[in-house]
């Protein structure tokens, strides 16, 4: 079995530190670099229902998108749900560790994988990022569907190939709109909309979007149609696509490593009161 240090030396090639934003807290949080690794478990959130999944299935490693301590800590004492976290894990033997813009940024990376679940062809990122001479790495994803689709249509084939969440998926736009060409962003996207509007697309699919950038968009120029799915969900196909490649990379150096990834919905929103739309007068 490899050591812990090998198995983060491999995920740091995959979705290398560098390519995280400045603000990011990517890396190893907690664990033994000398530990050896059998099993990882692949989460979003590390909170405390993935936490003790990693501890029942005798994880040795738990690699979540999201961090433990985004903005940084003075203490991991055991009076708040992280420094809990942190305690459990390590009393379990389970290193903890992150690949969060890195990942969105990797080439194929979160967005790929949103993009893949919800049957588009890739041609190229959203915001390309610089220092990639292929051009393929970089935030978002443009991608094309097989034929063109209804926007109620597009928005089905969103929620079916996306994982159940109690919001569901909210739209913006004409029901009968063509829809094509699409812009999909995993996580909270509605910073992006310069470079959606610029891409020429049909519609966006990204999650966290407010009013009024979402407004904005569907009043300017032809407006854009809007996808609007639960960040966890769209960020949630990427753990299949991680725990793969990092199957790929055991059989490569011959290490023995079982993957898994969680299924939990770790969303915070629990429950949809529907109302009666559009209202009667």
């Not at 979705?15 to 400045?22: G, I, K, N, T, V």
């Not at 992280?82 to 967005?111: F, Y």
């Not at 470079?195 to 032809?222: F, I, K, N």
Request: hydrophobic share 45%; net charge negative; with cysteine.
């Amino acid at each position: 079995m490899p050591k812990l240090s090998e198995v983060i030396n491999a995920l740091e090639e995959l979705y290398p530190p560098s390519w995280a934003e400045s603000w990011d807290a990517v890396g190893l949080v907690c664990g033994d670099p000398d530990d050896q690794v059998h099993r990882v478990l692949f989460a979003v959130d590390p909170v405390s229902a993935v936490v003790e999944e990693a501890v029942e299935w005798g994880a040795d490693l738990l690699v979540t998108h999201h961090p433990l301590y985004l903005r940084g800590t003075t203490t991991v004492a055991a009076d708040s749900f992280k420094g809990r976290a942190v305690h459990r894990l390590i009393r379990a033997g389970i290193a903890l560790h992150v690949a969060h813009t890195n990942a969105d940024h990797a080439d194929p990376g979160v967005s790929d994988a949103l993009a893949e679940a919800i049957g588009l062809k890739v041609t190229g990122p959203l915001l390309a990022d610089p220092t990639d001479p292929a051009g393929r790495r970089g935030t978002g994803r443009i991608g094309e569907l097989p034929e063109p689709l209804p926007l109620a249509a597009f928005a089905a084939r969103v929620a079916a190939g996306l994982p159940a969440t109690a919001t569901g998926v909210r739209v913006s736009g004409d029901p009968d709109r063509p829809v094509h060409r699409v812009a999909v962003c995993g996580g909270s996207g509605d910073s992006f909309f310069a470079q959606v509007r610029a891409a020429g697309v049909d519609a966006y699919v990204t999650a966290d979007l407010r009013h009024h950038p979402a407004s904005e968009a569907a009043e300017a120029g032809r407006g854009i149609a809007l996808v609007d799915a639960a960040h966890w969900a769209t960020e949630w196909p990427w753990l299949d696509l991680a725990a793969r490649d990092l199957g790929t990379a055991a059989d490569r150096h011959g290490w023995q490593l079982e993957t898994r990834v969680s299924t939990l919905v770790t969303d915070p929103w629990t429950a949809h009161a529907p109302m009666p739309y559009p209202p009667t007068p």
